[in-house]
C-alpha cells in the first residue's frame, strides 16, 4: 500500500530544475514557452526555471538540464566556426566551411553534458553533473581554460585545472569534451620550446600542427618490440666505455644535488650532432633560469635543431608539472612513429614525483610511503615502459630515456631512487666525493651498471674496454692498501701508476664529446699501459695530441673503425705501436 502511495506521489510530483543562461533576457512568453516544452519533455509536474545573465553569450541562450547542456548561444557557434577553421588550417575550402557554420548557426543545437564548479582550490575543481566523465577526459570551463577529470565520485568529479585558476569562480559551467589529454605535434615543433600542454614558451609564435598525439599511451607489447642491440653513444668515455648505452634503454642517471646528473644528459644531446637522432629534454620542476641556460647553450652547440624542451618549471602548478613528462614522451612517439630514434630526457623524476605527491594530497589520497600515494610506482613505470626500440613491422623506431633522479646524502634506498632503479635497465651513479675532487663526470665505477648495454656496444670499444672496470676496481683496493705502508714493490707502483692515469683519462671537460673511434684509439694505447711514463697531470693533453696525430698518420684505420665498427687485432697492434712511436717523437722513454 505505502509503497504504491510513494509512486504515486512521486510520479505526481516530478519537480524538474533547469538553467537558462542568456545574453539578453527572453521575454516572458519565449520563456513561459521553454517552461511548457521541458514540462513536457521530461514529463514533469512543475519547472523551477533559475535564470542567468551572461554577456559573453553574445545571443541565444544555455539551457542546463541535469547533467544536459543544450548550447544554442551564437558563442559556441562562433567557437565552432573557430575550430573548423584550425582543422582545416586555412588551406581548405572557407567558403563551403562558413557556409556549412552558419547553416548549424541557424538549426542545430549542440548538446553536450555538463555542470557547474562546485568548490575551487589549489588548482582542483569539484564539479556536478558529469555522471559519464572518464578518467583523465578534458572538460573545459566557461573561459575557455581546460581541466583533466581525476577523482570520480558518485556526486561529483574533482578535475585538476590545466590553466589559471584565479580566472576561474564557482559556478561558473563546465562541459565534457569525450576526449582524452593530448599535445599538438609536428615536424615543426623541432628547435622549440614548449610547455606542459605543448604551447611554446619560447615567443617564436606557433608551430604548424601536423597530428595530435594523446599524453598518456599504453607502452608498446613485447611481440611489437625488438632487442636493443645499437649503441646510443653520450660522447662522454666514463660511460661509453664502461656502461654503453643502447638505443631504447632506460639508463637513470642518478646523484647528489650538484654532482653533474643535468651536464651528462646534456653533453649526451650535443654528442647526437649528425646522428639523425631526435632528443627531447624535459625540465620538470626546474628554474625557469636553469631552463633558459640549457636552451642557451644547446644553441651555442647547434643542437636545438634536432631538439625540443619541454618545461614545467617550478613557478608553475604541480599539475603542469605532473603532466609535463607524458607529453614529453608522446613528442618522443611521434618522432618514434617515423622511424626515427629518439633520445628524451626527464630532469629529474624525483621533483615529478613531488609534484604528483602535492596533486595527489589535494585530490585527497591517501598517503603512503614518505607521504607519498600508493601509485606512484606506477607513476614511473608506465612512463618508462613506453621507451622501447619497435621492431622493422612497426617503423624500427625508438626512444631511449634517460631519466634523471636527485638523491639525498647519496642515500640510494630512498622510496623514489629505489623504485626508479628497479624499473630502469641501469645507472650512472654520480658521487659528490667523487666530483670534489675534480674526477668529473663524477662515475662511481663501482655502484654504476648497464643491463643491457653490453649487446649495443661498438666490438671495437668493447675490445678495448673490456678490462677497464677490474682494472680500475683493482687500482681502488691497491690504493687504500698503499696509504699504509712506505715500501712498496715495482709492481704494485706500476699498477698504481697506471689506475692513476685510467682515471685521469676518464676525466673529461663539459661540451667535449668524444666520438667513438677517438676513444678506441685513447683505449686502445691506454689499457696497454703504452701512456706510462708519462706524468698523471699530462697524460690527458698527451692523449689528445697522440689523437690527432694518430688521425693524420693512420687515417685508414680510423675510417675502417668508424665505418665498420670493428676493431681487427692488426689495427689494435697499430694503434699500440704508435703510442711508443708518438711518445719517442715528444721524447718520453719506454719505462
Ligand atoms: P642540480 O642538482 O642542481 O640539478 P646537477 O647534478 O644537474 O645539479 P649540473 O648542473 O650538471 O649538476 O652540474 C653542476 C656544476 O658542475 C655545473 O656548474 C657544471 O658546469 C659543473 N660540471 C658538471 N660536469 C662537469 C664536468 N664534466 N667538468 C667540469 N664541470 C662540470
Ligand atoms: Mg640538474
Same mark, same amino acid.
Not at 520563456?31 to 526555471?49: C, D, F, G, N
Not at 589520497?365 to 606512484?376: F, I, K, L, Q, T
Given at each position: 500500500?505505502?509503497?504504491?502511495?510513494?509512486?504515486?506521489?512521486?510520479?505526481?510530483?516530478?519537480?524538474?530544475?533547469?538553467?537558462?543562461?542568456?545574453?539578453?533576457?527572453?521575454?516572458?512568453?519565449?520563456?513561459?514557452? /521553454?517552461?511548457?516544452?521541458?514540462?513536457?519533455?521530461?514529463?514533469?509536474?512543475?519547472?523551477?526555471?533559475?535564470?542567468?545573465?551572461?554577456?559573453?553569450?553574445?545571443?541565444?541562450?544555455?539551457? $542546463?538540464?541535469?547533467?544536459?547542456?543544450? %548550447?544554442?548561444?551564437?558563442?559556441?557557434?562562433?567557437?565552432?566556426?573557430?575550430?573548423?577553421?584550425? =582543422?582545416?588550417?586555412?588551406?581548405?575550402?572557407?567558403?563551403?566551411?562558413?557556409?556549412?557554420?552558419?547553416?548549424?548557426?541557424?538549426?542545430?543545437?549542440?548538446?553536450?553534458?555538463?555542470?557547474?564548479?562546485?568548490?575551487?582550490?589549489?588548482?582542483?575543481?569539484?564539479?556536478?553533473?558529469?555522471?559519464?566523465?572518464?578518467?583523465?577526459?578534458?572538460?573545459?570551463?566557461?573561459?575557455?581554460?581546460?581541466?583533466?577529470?581525476?577523482?570520480?565520485?558518485?556526486?561529483?568529479?574533482?578535475?585538476?585545472?590545466?590553466?589559471?585558476?584565479?580566472?576561474?569562480?564557482?559556478?561558473?559551467?563546465?562541459?565534457?569534451?569525450?576526449?582524452?589529454?593530448?599535445?599538438?605535434?609536428?615536424?615543426?615543433?623541432?628547435?622549440?620550446?614548449?610547455?606542459?600542454?605543448?604551447?611554446?614558451? %619560447?615567443?617564436?609564435?606557433?608551430?604548424?600542427?601536423?597530428?595530435?598525439?594523446?599524453?598518456?599511451?599504453?607502452?608498446?607489447?613485447?611481440?611489437?618490440?625488438?632487442?636493443?642491440?645499437?649503441?646510443?653513444?653520450?660522447?662522454?668515455?666514463?660511460?661509453?666505455?664502461?656502461?654503453?648505452?643502447?638505443?631504447?634503454?632506460?639508463?637513470?642517471?642518478?646523484?647528489?644535488?650538484?654532482?653533474?646528473?643535468?651536464?651528462?644528459?646534456?653533453?649526451?644531446?650535443?654528442?647526437?650532432?649528425?646522428?639523425?637522432?631526435?632528443?627531447?629534454?624535459?625540465?620538470?620542476? $626546474?628554474?625557469?633560469?636553469?631552463?633558459? =641556460?640549457?636552451?642557451?647553450?644547446?644553441?651555442?652547440?647547434?643542437?636545438?635543431?634536432?631538439?625540443?624542451?619541454?618545461?614545467?618549471?617550478?613557478?608553475?602548478?604541480?599539475?603542469?608539472?605532473?603532466?609535463?613528462?607524458?607529453?614529453?614522451?608522446?613528442?618522443?612517439?611521434?618522432?618514434?612513429? =617515423?622511424?626515427?630514434?629518439?633520445?628524451?630526457?626527464?630532469?629529474?623524476?624525483?621533483?615529478?614525483?613531488?609534484?604528483? +605527491?602535492?596533486?595527489?594530497?589535494?585530490?585527497?589520497?591517501?598517503?603512503?610511503?614518505?607521504?607519498?600515494?600508493? %601509485?606512484?610506482?606506477?607513476?614511473?613505470?608506465?612512463?618508462?615502459?613506453?621507451?622501447?626500440?619497435?621492431?622493422?613491422?612497426?617503423?624500427?623506431?625508438?626512444?631511449?630515456?634517460?631519466?634523471?633522479?636527485?638523491?639525498?646524502?647519496?642515500?640510494?634506498?630512498?622510496?623514489?631512487?629505489?623504485?626508479?632503479?628497479?624499473?630502469?635497465?641501469?645507472?650512472?651513479?654520480?658521487?659528490?666525493?667523487?666530483?670534489?675532487?675534480?674526477?668529473?663526470?663524477?662515475?662511481?665505477?663501482?655502484?654504476?651498471?648497464?643491463?643491457?648495454?653490453?649487446?649495443?656496444?661498438?666490438?671495437? /670499444?668493447?675490445?678495448?674496454?673490456?678490462?677497464?672496470?677490474?682494472?680500475?676496481?683493482?687500482?681502488?683496493?691497491?690504493?687504500?692498501?698503499?696509504?699504509?705502508?712506505?715500501?712498496?714493490?715495482?709492481?704494485?707502483?706500476?699498477?698504481?701508476?697506471?689506475?692513476?692515469?685510467?682515471?685521469?683519462?676518464?676525466?673529461?671537460?663539459?661540451?667535449?664529446?668524444?666520438?667513438?673511434?677517438?676513444?678506441?684509439?685513447?683505449?686502445?694505447?691506454?689499457?696497454?699501459?703504452?701512456?706510462?711514463?708519462?706524468?698523471?697531470?699530462?697524460?690527458?693533453?698527451?692523449?689528445?695530441?697522440?689523437?690527432?696525430?694518430?688521425?693524420?698518420?693512420?687515417?685508414?684505420?680510423?675510417?675502417?673503425?668508424?665505418?665498420?665498427?670493428?676493431?681487427?687485432?692488426?689495427? /689494435?697492434?697499430?694503434? +699500440?705501436?704508435?703510442?711508443?712511436?708518438?711518445?719517442?717523437?715528444?721524447?718520453?722513454?719506454?719505462?
Amino acid at each position: 500500500m505505502a509503497t504504491d502511495f510513494t509512486k504515486k506521489f512521486f510520479e505526481d510530483n516530478r519537480i524538474l530544475k533547469a538553467r537558462v543562461s542568456y545574453a539578453k533576457r527572453p521575454s516572458a512568453e519565449e520563456l513561459e514557452r /521553454l517552461s511548457q516544452s521541458l514540462k513536457e519533455t521530461y514529463h514533469a509536474t512543475e519547472v523551477i526555471l533559475e535564470e542567468e545573465q551572461n554577456e559573453e553569450l553574445i545571443g541565444g541562450y544555455v539551457l $542546463q538540464v541535469g547533467d544536459r547542456i543544450f %548550447d544554442n548561444s551564437v558563442k559556441a557557434s562562433f567557437d565552432k566556426l573557430q575550430e573548423h577553421f584550425k =582543422q582545416e588550417k586555412g588551406n581548405g575550402n572557407v567558403i563551403s566551411v562558413l557556409k556549412s557554420n552558419l547553416d548549424g548557426l541557424n538549426g542545430e543545437i549542440a548538446e553536450t553534458e555538463g555542470g557547474h564548479i562546485l568548490r575551487l582550490h589549489d588548482g582542483i575543481a569539484a564539479v556536478d553533473g558529469m555522471s559519464q566523465a572518464v578518467y583523465g577526459e578534458i572538460v573545459l570551463f566557461e573561459n575557455g581554460t581546460k581541466g583533466l577529470v581525476q577523482n570520480i565520485d558518485e556526486t561529483e568529479v574533482l578535475c585538476i585545472v590545466l590553466g589559471d585558476e584565479q580566472e576561474l569562480e564557482e559556478g561558473d559551467r563546465v562541459i565534457r569534451t569525450g576526449k582524452r589529454a593530448g599535445i599538438p605535434v609536428g615536424k615543426e615543433i623541432l628547435g622549440r620550446v614548449v610547455d606542459a600542454l605543448g604551447a611554446p614558451i %619560447d615567443g617564436a609564435g606557433p608551430f604548424r600542427e601536423e597530428d595530435w598525439y594523446l599524453i598518456e599511451r599504453k607502452a608498446p607489447g613485447v611481440l611489437e618490440r625488438q632487442p636493443v642491440n645499437v649503441p646510443m653513444q653520450t660522447g662522454i668515455l666514463a660511460i661509453d666505455a664502461m656502461f654503453p648505452i643502447g638505443r631504447g634503454q632506460r639508463e637513470l642517471i642518478i646523484g647528489d644535488r650538484q654532482t653533474g646528473k643535468t651536464s651528462i644528459a646534456i653533453d649526451t644531446i650535443i654528442n647526437q650532432k649528425d646522428k639523425d637522432v631526435i632528443c627531447v629534454y624535459v625540465a620538470i620542476g $626546474q628554474k625557469a633560469s636553469t631552463v633558459a =641556460q640549457i636552451v642557451s647553450n644547446l644553441k651555442k652547440h647547434h643542437a636545438m635543431d634536432y631538439c625540443v624542451v619541454v618545461s614545467a618549471s617550478a613557478s608553475e602548478p604541480a599539475a603542469l608539472q605532473y603532466l609535463a613528462p607524458y607529453s614529453g614522451t608522446a613528442i618522443a612517439e611521434y618522432f618514434m612513429d =617515423q622511424g626515427k630514434d629518439v633520445l628524451i630526457i626527464y630532469d629529474d623524476l624525483s621533483k615529478h614525483a613531488v609534484a604528483y +605527491r602535492a596533486l595527489s594530497l589535494l585530490l585527497e589520497r591517501s598517503p603512503g610511503r614518505e607521504a607519498y600515494p600508493g %601509485d606512484v610506482f606506477y607513476l614511473h613505470s608506465r612512463l618508462l615502459e613506453r621507451s622501447s626500440r619497435m621492431d622493422e613491422a612497426h617503423g624500427g623506431g625508438s626512444i631511449t630515456a634517460l631519466p634523471i633522479v636527485e638523491t639525498q646524502g647519496g642515500d640510494v634506498s630512498a622510496y623514489i631512487p629505489t623504485n626508479i632503479i628497479s624499473i630502469t635497465d641501469g645507472q650512472i651513479f654520480l658521487e659528490s666525493d667523487l666530483f670534489f675532487a675534480g674526477n668529473r663526470p663524477a662515475v662511481n665505477v663501482g655502484l654504476s651498471v648497464s643491463r643491457v648495454g653490453g649487446a649495443a656496444q661498438t666490438k671495437a /670499444l668493447k675490445k678495448v674496454s673490456g678490462t677497464l672496470r677490474i682494472d680500475l676496481a683493482q687500482y681502488k683496493e691497491m690504493e687504500s692498501f698503499a696509504q699504509f705502508s712506505s715500501e712498496l714493490d715495482s709492481e704494485t707502483k706500476e699498477q698504481l701508476a697506471y689506475g692513476e692515469q685510467l682515471m685521469e683519462l676518464l676525466k673529461q671537460p663539459l661540451y667535449e664529446p668524444k666520438s667513438m673511434e677517438k676513444q678506441v684509439i685513447i683505449l686502445g694505447a691506454a689499457t696497454h699501459r703504452s701512456f706510462l711514463g708519462i706524468p698523471v697531470k699530462e697524460v690527458r693533453a698527451f692523449a689528445e695530441e697522440f689523437y690527432q696525430w694518430f688521425a693524420q698518420n693512420y687515417a685508414a684505420v680510423l675510417d675502417e673503425i668508424r665505418d665498420t665498427g670493428n676493431l681487427s687485432d692488426d689495427a /689494435l697492434e697499430i694503434i +699500440r705501436n704508435g703510442a711508443e712511436e708518438y711518445k719517442k717523437v715528444k721524447g718520453y722513454g719506454k719505462q
